[in-house]
C-alpha cells in the first residue's frame, strides 16, 4: 500500500462541473501539497496546507488531519483545467516529499 | 524568464554511457531537490541540498547516480553506466529557505530533462 493515495486515478468531466480529487496518506505530515501537472512535464504548485481551507480562484483544498484526508475541489470546470494533480506530503520526520500517482483530469467542453 | 531551467531537455543514450544532467534553480533559492518521474506514476524523491550541502539522498539514488551542488547555485545530476531502467522524466525544483523543514516550502518545479536509455 502506498503511503499517499489518490482517487479517482481518471476522471472525465463537462464544462462547469464540480470536481472533487481526493488524497488519503498514512503516516504523519507536517504539509500536504497539491500540485499541477501538464502535457509535458511542467508542475506548478497549487496549495501547501497543514490545516483547514485554502481557496485560490475556483481551487479550493481542504485537509482533516485526524482522518488523514485532503480533497482538491474545482468549482466550473473548463477545459484548460484539464492536467494531471497530484497530492504529495511532507512527513513530520524530515524533509522529503511524497508524491501520488496522481489523477488525470480531462474536461470535456 | 527567472523560473528553474533544467538542460538537456531529451537524453537519448545507449545503455552503459554515462549522462549528465544540469539544473539552474530560481536565483537566491537555497534549497534544491532532484526527483525522477516514471510514466503514468507520481514524481519520487531523489536528494536534495540546502545551499552547497546535500542533506539528504534516497535509496533510490545507487552508487550510479551523484549529484553535486558545488557552489550552492546550479545542480548536476550524474548517471553512470546507464540502464534501461534510468529511462524517465528526471525533475529539479528550488525553493527559498522558508524554515526548519524544507517539506513545508512551495517548490518551483523545472520543465525536467527526459531521459531515453536504448
Known amino acids: 500500500k502506498n503511503e499517499v493515495e489518490q482517487s479517482p486515478q481518471n476522471l472525465t468531466a463537462q464544462e462547469g462541473e464540480f470536481i472533487t480529487i481526493n488524497c488519503s496518506y498514512s503516516?504523519?505530515?507536517?504539509?500536504l501539497h497539491w500540485l499541477q501537472q501538464h502535457p509535458g512535464g511542467g508542475i506548478v504548485s497549487l496549495f501547501m496546507?497543514?490545516?483547514g481551507k485554502k481557496k485560490h480562484g475556483r481551487l479550493i483544498a481542504t485537509i482533516n488531519i485526524q482522518e488523514k484526508h485532503s480533497s482538491l475541489h474545482i468549482t466550473a470546470s473548463h477545459p484548460r483545467d484539464s492536467a494531471v494533480y497530484i497530492c504529495?506530503?511532507?512527513?513530520?520526520?524530515?524533509?522529503?516529499?511524497?508524491f501520488g500517482e496522481g489523477t488525470q483530469l480531462t474536461v470535456n467542453p | 524568464d527567472t523560473g528553474v531551467s533544467q538542460d538537456p531537455r531529451h537524453k537519448i543514450t545507449k545503455r552503459g554511457q554515462n549522462v549528465t544532467f544540469r539544473c539552474d534553480p530560481i536565483?537566491?533559492?537555497?534549497?534544491l531537490y532532484w526527483y525522477r518521474q516514471t510514466l503514468g506514476q507520481g514524481p519520487e524523491f531523489l536528494t536534495y541540498?540546502?545551499?552547497?550541502?546535500?542533506?539528504?539522498k534516497s535509496r533510490l539514488l545507487s552508487d550510479r547516480f551523484s549529484a553535486e551542488r558545488p557552489k550552492g547555485s546550479f545542480s548536476t545530476l550524474e548517471i553512470q553506466r546507464t540502464e534501461q531502467g534510468d529511462s524517465a522524466m528526471y525533475l529539479c525544483?528550488?525553493?527559498?529557505?522558508?524554515?526548519?523543514?524544507?517539506?513545508?516550502?512551495?517548490?518551483?518545479f523545472g520543465p525536467g530533462t527526459r531521459l531515453t536509455v536504448l
Open positions: 541540498f540546502q545551499n552547497e550541502a546535500q542533506l539528504e
Open positions: 536565483s537566491e533559492h537555497n534549497r
Open positions: 503516516v504523519g505530515i507536517s504539509a
Open positions: 525544483a528550488s525553493s527559498p529557505l522558508g524554515g526548519v523543514l524544507a517539506g513545508l516550502d512551495t517548490q518551483y
Open positions: 496546507l497543514s490545516s
Open positions: 504529495a506530503v511532507a512527513e513530520t520526520s524530515g524533509s522529503r516529499l511524497t
